[in-house]
């Protein structure tokens, strides 16, 4: 069953495209991996699709989040799907919480709105959110400020935030990127596992291919705002068929990263 | 649970305050002004209003009268204490509208896209409107009285809160967490709520305080100009002007009012400024960071 259909989605300011007329599909349970190097137009991709893009930013083509298209559709029509159908995990912990608000209220709240259970219910399953991305003593973390946690553990609240409404699909912007190398691998781990016991698809945006590698199942690689080279895995690894991949692929080999499917 | 926590930060905000000189000292004067004007409220020692004859300019220190009586033998003191109760009331009033003004204004300019755009630019226009310039044309038109003065001064001084409130709102929804909470499905009204109004809440407090300080002076020019306070209520601004004639003859007598305004005024800015200090983000961050990490 096809989940979300970009179809020719372009995003131009002031008249040049940033993303440039991009198709992707991705199917319940699927997991697609978005690559590409800074600035090719990944994370616009994504919050272009679940609407989001800058309000100076023009948008056009399609974005079918099941079967329904989402260009055009007024605020108030999306933001059941946001979060209801499509959670979002973003790249800085460090800014995509509020730094006033407590990390079980952060999460409480998207839970209340998207699921309707009342605060105080809400409450305990943010809770139990907060356990379930691995937060070690979760009632004692939903009283604290993001100022008080570390990286990995900001990383987790967000990852928490993103399941708040139980989505069936979970976009991951550069969720490692400002963590350092052993803590990508505990979160890498996590939204694997999360992703599998949850039965969510996947969008993973990364420039990093290694990263991708340990969750993806298919890639698509992201050049100047087009989809250069699409498809399994295994075969865009072995047998690249456009520099933009090929110059990954050696950044990539490059590094002392050991890919857990070698 | 968070108005307790609230309530700390608060309380933490206040003791912070405090501990800076010029803070202390701004709390000092504010307490006197508070105290002046609940004490009045129940006693002064003559009736303000009161004209003795037999008591025309008496001076300082003699025969009860403390500050000396005016040319109406009316007890300087007493004007002086009853005097508080108008520039408490006003200025904390003008405070009021002032924030619900800027406030409002700059939540409207900040959150809508084109129709924001025209309330920024109408918040410009309103700026370059001097406030006493707007108090006079109200008081022309609607005839001087308190509540003239407190609503000029109110919008005059809430234009420059929803100026600066614009800034700072604008910068928090530009934030990742306002994203994040747009991408789990919150309203634009929950976000302001929710995410923006606390974040720039430090900031609208300075403003709002130093707003205070504002509006006292901006009450006593209005009575001193005769738009404020009418005539049997007792006010600095009048007093001022009332004895400044006789600044030649009896120069201790316009002394008072001066430095009642002055030491109001000057408590109202002081306790702005030292907020300002005590809740500076890069400050309090490293305030914050230090005691109770718990990664």
């Not at chain 1, 159908?85 to 990390?103: H, I, K, N, S, Y």
Request: proline letters at 5%; hydrophobic letters at 50%; glycine letters at 10%.
């Amino acid at each position: 069953m096809t989940l979300l259909e970009i179809e020719d989605l372009t995003v131009r300011f002031g008249g040049r495209a940033v993303v440039d007329g991009v198709s992707l599909t991705i199917d319940a349970g699927d997991r697609l991996g978005l690559i590409g190097a800074s600035g090719s137009g990944k994370s616009l991709t994504a919050l272009a699709a679940v609407g989001l893009a800058p309000d100076d930013a023009e948008v056009t083509g399609r974005v079918r989040l099941d079967g329904r298209d989402l260009i055009g559709l007024r605020d108030r029509e999306l933001a059941p799907l946001r979060g209801g159908r499509v959670g979002v995990v973003f790249q800085e912990p460090q800014t995509a919480l509020d730094p006033l608000m407590r990390v079980g209220r952060q999460v409480a709240g998207p839970v209340h709105r998207l699921t309707g259970l009342d605060r105080r219910a809400a409450a305990v399953r943010a809770v139990e959110l907060l356990a379930a991305v691995g937060l070690p003593d979760p009632e004692n973390m939903a009283r604290a400020y993001p100022h008080q946690m570390s990286g990995g553990q900001r990383q987790r609240v967000g990852i928490a935030i993103a399941l708040a409404g139980d989505p069936a699909l979970l976009i991951a912007d550069e969720p490692t990127t400002a963590l350092d190398v052993t803590v990508q691998a505990e979160i890498l781990a996590l939204l694997d596992r999360l992703v599998d016991e949850r039965d969510m698809a996947l969008l993973f945006i990364s420039h990093d291919l290694a990263v991708v590698a340990r969750v993806a199942r298919r890639v698509a690689v992201l050049a100047a705002g087009q989809v250069r080279e699409e498809g399994p895995l295994e075969q865009v690894l072995h047998e690249p068929t456009d520099d933009a991949t090929k110059a990954l692929l050696t950044a990539y080999r490059a590094s002392a990263w050991s890919p857990s499917w070698s | 649970m968070s108005e307790l926590a609230s309530e700390s930060s608060v309380l933490r905000t206040f003791r912070a305050l405090l501990r800076e000189p010029a803070g202390l000292i701004g709390t000092v004067l504010i307490s006197l002004l508070v105290l002046c004007a609940l004490v009045s409220l129940v006693w002064t020692p003559y009736d303000p209003t009161l004209v003795d004859p037999a008591a025309v300019w008496a001076p300082p220190f003699s025969g009860g009268r403390l500050l000396g009586t005016d040319g109406s033998g009316r007890d300087l003191f007493s004007q002086l204490l009853a005097g508080a109760q108008i520039t408490t009331v006003a200025a904390v009033a003008a405070t009021v509208v002032s924030g619900i003004v800027g406030i409002g204004l700059a939540v409207l300019a900040a959150v809508g896209r084109r129709s924001g755009e025209i309330v920024a630019r109408l918040i410009d226009v309103l700026v370059a409107l001097p406030t006493l310039l707007l108090a006079m044309v109200l008081s022309a038109v609607y005839g001087g009285s308190v509540l003239t003065a407190v609503v000029a001064i109110g919008i005059g001084t809430g234009v420059n809160v929803a100026r600066v409130g614009r800034a700072e709102m604008t910068s928090a929804l530009g934030t990742d967490y306002v994203l994040a909470a747009r991408t789990s499905g919150a309203s634009t009204a929950w976000i302001v709520r929710r995410h923006v109004l606390p974040n720039v809440a430090p900031v609208l407090l300075v403003q709002l305080s130093l707003t205070l300080a504002l509006a006292v002076l901006a009450e006593a020019a209005l009575s001193y100009l005769g738009f404020g306070t009418a005539p049997p209520t007792p006010s600095w601004g009048r007093m001022l002007q009332d004895l400044q004639v006789y600044v030649t003859v009896h120069p201790w007598a316009v002394v008072w009012p001066g430095a009642a305004i002055t030491a109001a005024v000057l408590g109202f800015s002081l306790v702005g400024d030292a907020l300002r200090d005590v809740t500076d983000p890069r400050l309090r961050r490293q305030a914050a960071a230090a005691p109770e990490v718990l990664a």
